[in-house]
């Protein structure tokens, strides 16, 4: 199994959970791959991303005849497979006799946040309640809210078919940020259509704002949500002081998708004052970007 570098060094007890069913875990980017090698050479303290990663499994799925690889986000498939949440949702809300104005949820690769929306979204276009649906996420790696609407792989090692979808260009490295499954390139392309069609928004939030959000949440609720859901929480509460100020009381609906119990180290270093807000690097985006390829162009 390969681990993104930075959550193998920031996340060991997720790895202590892998090891402990019996997995293998290995840093990326690793010596065991063409695509790893080749990272390394450049870079020999590489950070890993998400990218990297994929070009990794994929490579060792293509040149093992007994190894299979499943992608867990970004293709629109894993998507409708996730839309079980919205549907569930759908049906709590009808129990609880209520039904949301607004809903939010976290995206890296997009399959959380389109399980929870799509189904609301799609009621919506078959002429049911509108409703305003907010993607929250991470201003260091922001694909909706900066980046291009192309062709572009799903990988860093160009191994994966080309889809169009909101990117910062495949060998964008983004920041070590904590929200890890956040630090993905792209976005699915079903939630990249979705945004073009203006059918949802989308708002990028620093990590000490997360974080803020998270500890009020686990203070009010009792349970600690994963890092990357506290982007959702924070649109969530965002959404909520919105409309307080208006002076209107909007159902508001958002994904918690995760919880945070193997993250404490990043919710230590929160409340140390120890995080950094690390924003990502203008020139490294235009440098990626400009990488894109041809045939996003034309
Ligand atoms: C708890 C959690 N939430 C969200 C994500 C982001 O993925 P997606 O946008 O596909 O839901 C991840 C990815 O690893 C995750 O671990």
Known sequence: MFQVRVSYDQKPYRRALMETYGGTCVASPSTETNAGRQILAADPNSNGSLGIAISEAVEVAATNPDTKYALGSVLNHVLLHQTVIGIEAIEQMEQAGAAPDIIVGCTGGGSNFAGLTFPFIGQQLRGGKKVRVIAAEPAACPSLTRGKYAYDF????????????HTLGSTFMPPGFHAGGLRYHGMAPLVSHLKELGLIEAEAHTQNSCFEAGILFARTEGIVPAPEATHAVRGAINAALEAKKNGTSPVIL???CGHGHFDMQAYMDFMAGKLEDRMYDQSALDASLAQLPAIAAE
């Open 154 to 165: 799903g990988d860093t090692s160009h191994m994966t078919p080309l889809v169009k979808m």
């Open 254 to 256: 958002f994904g918690l």
